[in-house]
C-alpha cells in the first residue's frame, strides 16, 4: 500500500518564467542565429540531461572555475548542435556570457497540473514531500507559489550532504515520513537522478516525460501529467 509520494521540483512541479527556450532564442539573436524558441527544446533536454549525468558522477558545485565554465559552454554547444548552429569558440563563450545575465532574470513557476494533483493526493491521506537537489532553502518558496499547505516536508541535498541519484536524500524521506521504500513513490523528469536514484534504495520510481522524450524507457512507469500519479496509489 503506498503512503508516501514524493517528487521532484524542477520541470516536476515547477520550470523557470520566462521560458529559457525564449532566453536562448533571444541571445542566439543578438549573436545573429535566429532560431525559434520551439527548435532549442530537444537541444535544451539533451543538455539537462548531460549535465545532470555530469553532475551524478561528480558535483558540479565542487568543480573548479574552468571545469563549470567548461561544462556550461559544452552546455550551450549541445542545445547548438540540435539547432543546425555551427558556432565559433567565440560565439559559444559570447552565449555563455549573454546566458548568465539573462538567466537573473529567471523564476520559478508551477506547472498548471501541480496544485490539483497535490490537493487530490493530500485528501487521500498521503504523505507529499518535495526532494531537490537545489542547494537553498526551499520551504518560503513552496508557501510563496501556494504548494506549502499540501507538502509533509522537504529535503534538499544541502540538508543532507549529497545530491540525487545518491542514497541519503531519499533515505531521508523515507524517515521523515515514517514509510518503508515499498510503500513510497518518487516522481521525477530525470531518469538518472530520479528513476535510478529512488529505485536504488527500494522506492518506486515513476518517470514524468512532459514532452514525451523518453520513449526508449520501459523499465518503469513513464506519464506525460501529474495527473496520472493517483492511478499508481489507489
Known sequence: MIKAVFFDWFNTLAHYYPPREELESQALKELGFDVSPKSISYGLYLGDKHMYEENARRPIRDRSLEEQT???????RIILKETGIDATDGQVMQLLTRMFQLNASMKFILFDDVIE???SLKTQGLKLALLTNLQTEVNTMCRELGIGEYLDFTVTSAEVGADKPQPPIFLKALNLA???AAEAIHVGDQYQNDVLGARGVGITPILLDRADYY????DCPRIHSLSEVSQFVK
Request: glycine share 6%; hydrophobic share 35%.
Open 70 to 76: 567548461k561544462l556550461y559552454a559544452g552546455f550551450h
Open 215 to 218: 520513449k526508449e524507457i520501459t
Open 178 to 180: 515514517h514509510v518503508n
Open 117 to 119: 494533483t497535490l490537493k
